[in-house]
């Protein structure tokens, strides 16, 4: 955790007098996250049959898989310069009643959703600039809470499998010895081409915010071959 988060490259420091009110996830935090990889070699089969084993065994199969949850945002306005309508470029409603040191505060979320949102709400509007208001107290109480909390929202999760499928195979050639190997090799990024969204755009200002404009590498396939010797 940290009390000095960034919003739109503005580093954000603690009020003096309420730390708390900022205090909240890193930007990086990532509690759920899983990930394996592995590789397999097909063994010989009990047969004298070389064709069989030629064909079957020898083969390699290897796999990744990452699985984690989304990293946390906040919600802010870069464009409002500190009107008492929304946050300036420091993420401040200058609640401390100074205009100099712009206390650092987020608009209030009138909504309840803050993580889990669904492929339409994605693509469609998580959320609504209507679900944001100028927070609690504001020009009464300095110092007043910040209601929103600072990366309570969560982005997207990621899920991904990539695979490997490879085989040498010894051959003959004349002048390059018995070892010459022939490898061929095909590879799957996002094998399963699951969508894995970008971040959503929490800036008030934009036209898109609230939405996902962006996704992560669909499945690509590619196949190789190499002569080692």
């Not at 945002?73 to 470029?89: A, I, K, L, Q």
């Not at 990539?162 to 094998?191: C, Y």
Request: net charge negative.
């Amino acid at each position: 955790r940290q009390t000095a988060p960034q919003v739109a490259g503005f580093s954000m420091w603690p009020e003096v007098y309420d730390a708390n009110a900022i205090y909240g996830p890193n930007g990086n935090d990532i509690p759920k996250a899983f990930s394996f990889g592995g590789s397999y070699e097909v063994p010989k089969f009990s047969t004298d049959n070389k064709l069989v084993n030629l064909a079957a065994a020898g083969w390699q199969v290897g796999g990744l898989i990452i699985a984690q949850s989304g990293t946390p945002f906040s919600v802010y306005n870069n464009t409002v310069s500190g009107d008492g309508t929304s946050v300036v470029s420091s993420g401040s409603y200058q609640l401390d009643g100074n205009p100099v040191t712009n206390e650092p505060a987020l608009p209030q979320y009138t909504g309840t959703k803050r993580s889990g949102f669904s492929h339409d709400e994605l693509l469609n509007g998580a959320f609504t600039t209507s679900q944001f208001v100028v927070p609690a107290g504001y020009g009464v109480v300095p110092l007043s809470p910040n209601q929103q909390g600072i990366n309570t929202f969560r982005n997207p999760g990621y899920f991904n499998v990539d695979a490997s499928l490879s085989k040498g195979f010894f051959l003959h050639v004349p002048r390059l010895g018995t070892a010459t190997q022939f490898i061929v090799r095909a590879e799957a990024v996002n094998l399963l081409n699951h969508t894995n969204f970008e971040a959503i755009d929490s800036n008030l200002s934009d036209s898109n915010f609230g939405k996902v404009t962006a996704a992560n590498q669909a499945r690509y396939l590619q196949l190789g071959g190499r002569f080692e010797f």
